[in-house]
């Protein structure tokens, strides 16, 4: 019997979704899988937004960023009564696989939607916070650093003409991965991130002393998680180094924009791997991607093992 495989979108937008959704039409049509979307993420399972899904649905998305079926925070998923009716939808639909896209929260409710219902499923990392355990890349990330570097490269021909510090704002609620790889790409002069303790006083001198032997300008990359706003480093510049600074928080631009060729490319093996895994009964997996490759990991190990950032990567910024 022909099986039905749905596909939706949790949580924030990221720029790989779109090449995602074609290759999980384009996949699952080729396995002899009849494939659904789902639109606005759990939300739309709970109101049975449901609709079958073949190649027209897909054509010229590829290069589009965000999701062209929508995603969402859901609430209600977080109560065991819509939980139930969203597996009623899905069995309207005789749908038995789905492939879940979002981060730590989505696979949170994923992981309760299958201790419940047994829902087979995979989970798809994406997140441009790139803070999900196991995983060493989520979907969306290299689109979202390629933002950060051409805002920060903007910025800096600005700033080379003027004697100013300007404090950068990136996303990544608690992680500081974004924050971290732009400084190590960018050349900028100081990173804050929350996995790092840090006291401003330690650059105050060395800072004044590079002004004193001809800088001009400082560019400073601050994750958004860590203990002070940016208001307070700029003031901290103003005040304590001597110069006049200028704030600029990136803000969603991060989560849009034309997917990279790594996101697209990253995309296509995902998906390939989650329809992959579902038909060979990983019925409870999230792919994830390591130096290793990728693998599947369980939904539980995912959701129940703190995430760390990359040792190698904090002994840079430490060092």
């Given at each position: 019997m022909?099986?039905n495989i749905?596909?939706?979108?949790?949580?924030?937008?990221?720029?790989g979704?779109?090449?995602a959704?074609?290759?999980?039409?384009?996949?699952?049509l080729?396995?002899?899988?009849?494939?659904?979307f789902?639109?606005?993420?759990?939300?739309g399972?709970?109101?049975?937004?449901?609709?079958?899904?073949?190649?027209?649905?897909?054509?010229?998305?590829i290069?589009?960023?965000g999701?062209?079926i929508?995603?969402?925070?859901?609430?209600?998923?977080?109560?065991?009564?819509?939980?139930?009716?969203?597996?009623?939808?899905?069995?309207i639909?005789?749908?038995?696989?789905?492939?879940?896209?979002?981060?730590?929260?989505?696979?949170?409710?994923?992981h309760?939607?299958?201790?419940?219902?047994?829902?087979k499923?995979?989970?798809v990392?994406?997140?441009?916070d790139?803070?999900?355990s196991?995983?060493d890349?989520?979907?969306?990330?290299?689109?979202?650093?390629?933002?950060?570097?051409?805002?920060?490269?903007?910025?800096?021909?600005t700033?080379?003409?003027?004697?100013?510090a300007?404090?950068?704002?990136?996303m990544?609620?608690?992680?500081?991965?974004?924050?971290l790889i732009?400084?190590?790409?960018s050349?900028?002069?100081?990173c804050?991130?929350?996995?790092?303790?840090?006291d401003?006083?330690?650059?105050?001198?060395k800072f004044?002393?590079?002004?004193n032997?001809?800088?001009?300008y400082?560019?400073?990359?601050?994750?958004?998680?860590?203990?002070?706003?940016?208001?307070?480093?700029?003031?901290?510049?103003?005040?304590?180094?001597?110069?006049?600074?200028r704030?600029?928080?990136?803000?969603?631009?991060?989560?849009?924009?034309?997917?990279t060729?790594k996101?697209?490319?990253?995309?296509?093996?995902?998906?390939t791997?989650?329809?992959?895994?579902?038909?060979?009964?990983?019925?409870?997996s999230v792919?994830?991607?390591?130096?290793?490759?990728?693998?599947?990991?369980?939904?539980?190990t995912?959701?129940?093992?703190?995430?760390q950032l990359?040792s190698?990567?904090?002994?840079?910024?430490?060092?």
């Open positions: 022909k099986q749905a596909i939706l979108c949790s949580g924030g937008d990221v720029s979704m779109n090449p959704l074609k290759r999980f039409v384009e996949y699952s080729q396995n002899n899988l009849t494939p659904y789902i639109y606005d993420g759990y939300e399972l709970i109101d049975n937004n449901i609709k079958k899904a073949n190649y027209c649905d897909v054509a010229g998305i290069n589009r960023g999701t062209k929508g995603s969402a925070r859901s609430k209600r998923f977080m109560q065991a009564k819509y939980r139930t009716i969203a597996k009623q939808n899905l069995d639909f005789n749908i038995s696989l789905l492939i879940v896209l979002g981060g730590d929260g989505s696979f949170r409710g994923l309760q939607f299958y201790k419940e219902h047994k829902v499923f995979c989970g990392p994406s997140t441009i790139n803070d999900i196991g995983t890349y989520c979907l969306g990330v290299d689109t979202a650093l390629n933002m950060i570097k051409f805002s920060i490269d903007s910025i800096r021909d700033a080379s003409s003027f004697k100013r300007f404090v950068i704002e990136t990544g609620n608690k992680c500081g991965y974004l924050a732009s400084h190590l790409t050349g900028s002069e100081l804050l991130i929350p996995e790092i303790t840090y401003l006083n330690d650059y105050e001198q004044r002393q590079e002004i032997n001809g800088r001009r400082f560019i400073a990359i601050v994750a958004e998680g860590i203990t002070q706003n940016s208001t307070e480093i700029a003031e901290w510049f103003e005040k304590k180094v001597g110069i006049e600074s704030i600029n928080i990136l803000g969603h631009l991060q989560r849009g924009g034309n997917p060729v996101d697209r490319l990253m995309a296509y093996k995902f998906i791997y989650a329809i992959d895994g579902l038909l060979e009964d990983r019925n409870e792919i994830c991607y390591t130096k290793s490759g990728f693998d599947y990991k369980t939904i539980d995912v959701v129940n093992s703190p995430y990359d190698e990567l904090i002994k840079f910024i430490s060092s």
